[in-house]
């Protein structure tokens, strides 16, 4: 079941409804239960999938806290990764590495590649769940004694498929108490939606029109509609996954859960590193928690360079953890570069720009971040490394504007400035939901319009676009 559909939103009005009313003491039962019909509406074999990961790390969390000594606890931390990531590992890179043996040693198994589907939302709740017994075995927290409560920590269906990834210390505690949401958690989880909405499907699945139409063949267009459509990607990306993630907020708000925030305003960003503090949060403070920081830790004799150790190996695993394919990869190990030379020119780059004035300094920086971050998407878009190839190309060969050039740098602009208006009305504001604090009159005014162009899209657009981050 999609959010940006119809049928979501019927579901989430009846569901909510139900849901206030419900007495108490089975209210925890509902929101699971719709939770996992949710998830089972995708593909009810998954469900046992889901279910079982999630009894298998409530029962491992009482494990590895009732065990008596530091050796216990760690092997059945392990035990507990091995089996999270050997199910993930299964279902998401087995062929993947049958290909990439094939390839490297050229024999051939092609016999063994295996037609499954990737369960969906499966990269998240497994972050999660290993999170949680992570947690206990470092001693950040204690297992909770109740397994309604853990598997709703896992299967709450606004998060459940695409993040935000939570942490059980952040989630937890709400869920034991769940109360009833009040008055302000419905105007708060309006405006998610309402923001969520417009950018997922009035900016991000019309976007996604033009840019699948070019990367499906780009050996048809011209240098200038390539480069366009790359920047266009990245409206996509941000809009579809921003817009994912308030909608996904908005929708928890309705049952009194505050989920973490997994967006800050990335476009505003001065380089890749602050790009990485507001980008998909959620799993960058994953990553920097449970893999960066412990890393740095154990190669802290070498100095500085356990930095850089544990930047090129924290994006690599995390390209690898986007997608079973090279240019995931090259995409994640690219950052990791780049952010090493960020780390070690500090000094260097604020001397040298110092000299400039903030406002300049920080344009310049801002637009610089911009283009790497619209290049570097194109590895992450791209299928195939000779789709990077044609583009590479068409782009840096002989110059060829094309006859849709200027149309579509017009869309371009139009996307970006309704996207970075949002950004800015949210770093005024200091809030994801700025349409809170609006005069009624402005608020009815934005929100109206939004809603009717969401509700005529979806009617009349046909089948809707899948978020991107579904595939992962």
């Known amino acids: 079941m999609l959010f940006n559909t119809p049928l979501y939103l019927v579901f989430l009005i009846l569901v909510v409804t139900i849901f206030y009313y419900l007495p108490k003491k089975i209210d925890k039962i509902f929101f699971l239960a719709v939770s996992y019909f949710f998830y089972a509406y995708w593909d009810w074999r998954f469900l046992f999938l889901l279910v079982g990961s999630s009894l298998m790390d409530y029962y491992f969390g009482l494990l590895i806290f009732r065990a008596s000594t530091k050796q216990k606890k760690k092997a059945i931390l392990f035990l507990s990764l091995f089996l999270n990531l050997s199910i993930l590992g299964f279902f998401k890179y087995f062929n993947f590495f049958i290909d990439t043996f094939r390839v490297a040693f050229g024999t051939k198994l092609d016999f063994m590649h295996l037609h499954i589907l990737l369960p969906v939302g499966i990269s998240f709740y497994t972050f999660q769940s290993l999170s949680y017994t992570l947690d206990i075995y470092r001693d950040k927290l204690s297992p909770t004694k109740s397994i309604l409560d853990y598997c709703l920590f896992v299967g709450i269906f606004p998060h459940m498929v695409s993040g935000p990834i939570v942490r059980a210390r952040d989630m937890l505690p709400q869920l034991e108490v769940l109360e009833k949401p009040l008055r302000k958690d419905f105007i708060s989880g309006f405006s998610l939606i309402t923001v969520g909405m417009f950018q997922k499907v009035l900016v991000g699945d ?267």
Do not use: C
């Not at 044609?390 to 139009?414: C, H, M, N, S």
């Open 206 to 472: 019309t976007v996604a029109k033009y840019v699948d139409h070019i990367f499906i063949d780009p050996k048809y267009y011209n240098s200038g509609e390539l480069l366009i459509s790359i920047f266009l990607f990245t409206i996509q990306m941000y809009a579809d996954f921003a817009g994912y993630s308030n909608i996904a907020r908005g929708s928890a708000r309705f049952f009194g859960i505050d989920l973490i925030d997994n967006f800050n305003q990335p476009f505003l960003s001065r380089s890749l590193t602050e790009y990485w503090r507001r980008w998909h949060i959620s799993l960058s403070t994953w990553f920097y928690d449970y893999l960066f920081h412990p890393l740095v830790f154990s190669l802290r004799n070498i100095g500085k360079a356990s930095v850089a150790v544990g930047l090129i190996v924290t994006f690599f695993l995390s390209g690898l953890w986007h997608g079973a394919n090279w240019t995931f990869i090259a995409w994640g190990t690219m950052h990791g570069v780049v952010l090493v030379y960020e780390f070690y020119t500090k000094k260097f780059r604020k001397r040298v720009f110092g000299v400039l004035p903030q406002w300049l300094n920080d344009t310049i920086s801002r637009i610089i971040t911009f283009l790497y971050i619209s290049f570097s998407l194109l590895i992450f878009r791209a299928p195939h490394m000779s789709t990077i190839k044609i583009y590479w190309r068409g782009i840096v060969g002989k110059w060829q504007p094309g006859e849709y050039t200027v149309d579509l740098f017009f869309v371009f602009v139009a996307y970006f400035l309704a996207l970075i208006t949002i950004d800015i009305a949210e770093t005024v504001m200091k809030k994801h939901e700025f349409l809170d604090d609006v005069k009624p009159a402005v608020k009815f005014g934005i929100v109206i319009p939004v809603w009717i162009g969401v509700i005529l899209y979806m009617y009349t657009v046909g089948k809707p676009v899948p978020f991107i981050y579904f595939q992962f």
